[in-house]
């Protein structure tokens, strides 16, 4: 059991029956009455953002889980399917787990969040960007520069990205895996 005074960023708890992780929080001390914490907790089962207020003091169920590092192997009909690299464990997550699967190339490297006492896993995190090559994308039109123009491009894994003009097929791209947002060419 911990306290309010325990309340960080990326602390896992107990709470209604389902686990949450603190994305924000803020002590309040205020003029009147007494001090209290209010937070933003993410389910970790459906990724829903509650707030809640908890009172100076109070107890919180705290739940120890690991992060361990998994590489991609492949998506079948159970899931996507991926391996630790010290104990070749492998685990299969659903599609709702991730955050952006389509961003998923065999051999990249992720981290999943486990519950440490039930050694189940309880999210997945993707790299905060990611390396693909552009597979398929219409030529750029000269003159089309006068203002930030787009094209969409299909990446290595199809996954359909829209990128500059000037990206040709063949060119290696960096993407950021939350917004699915291109970044920057990357020189081979």
Excluded: W
């Excluded at 991730?98 to 440490?116: N, T, V």
């Excluded at 089309?144 to 791209?173: L, M, R, S, W, Y």
């Amino acid at each position: 059991m911990a306290s309010t005074s325990d309340i960080r960023n990326g602390l896992c708890l107990n709470y209604n029956g389902d686990i949450y992780t603190i994305v924000e929080f803020l002590h309040v001390k205020p003029g009147k009455g007494n001090a209290f914490v209010r937070t933003k907790l993410k389910s970790l089962t459906t990724g829903r953002v509650v707030e809640n207020t908890f009172p100076a003091g109070h107890k919180i169920d705290d739940v120890r889980v690991e992060r361990r590092k998994y590489q991609y192997l492949y998506n079948d009909e159970n899931g996507y399917n991926f391996m630790d690299n010290e104990t070749y464990d492998q685990v299969s997550l659903s599609p709702a787990m991730l955050e952006r699967p389509d961003f998923l190339k065999e051999g990249s490297e992720i981290e999943i969040l486990f519950h440490a006492e039930k050694n189940i896993p309880l999210t997945a995190d993707m790299p905060q960007n990611i390396i693909l090559e552009v597979t398929y994308t219409e030529p750029g039109v000269r003159g089309d520069t006068a203002t930030n123009v787009t094209k969409p491009a299909t990446v290595e894994t199809g996954a359909e990205v829209k990128v500059p003009i000037f990206i040709n097929q063949g060119d290696k791209i960096k993407i950021d895996t939350k917004t699915g947002a291109y970044l920057e060419r990357v020189k081979a």
